[in-house]
């Protein structure tokens, strides 16, 4: 999951080498966090949040197989 969301991100936004995903795990969800430079934040989310709307439908898509929830959180 973090791999798709790093390569999501990079795609996006003006300064891929700023892009940083983590990827934490608790008991019930993974947590992945997503940080961008300040000037890319517009692109990653979009207008009225579609953008980042779509990348956490993406995760969820592709995260069909894990016993846990995923979590995207852009920062």
Do not use: C, F, Y
């Amino acid at each position: 999951m973090k791999n798709l969301v790093e390569l999501i991100a990079r795609s996006l936004v003006d300064s891929p080498d700023e892009v940083v995903v983590t990827q934490t795990e608790q008991e019930n969800a993974i947590v992945i966090e997503l940080h961008v430079a300040p000037d890319d934040m517009g692109k990653v989310i979009g207008k009225q949040g579609r953008i980042a709307k779509a990348i956490r439908t993406v995760v969820r898509a592709a995260s069909t197989g894990e016993q846990k929830r995923v979590i995207v959180e852009i920062r």
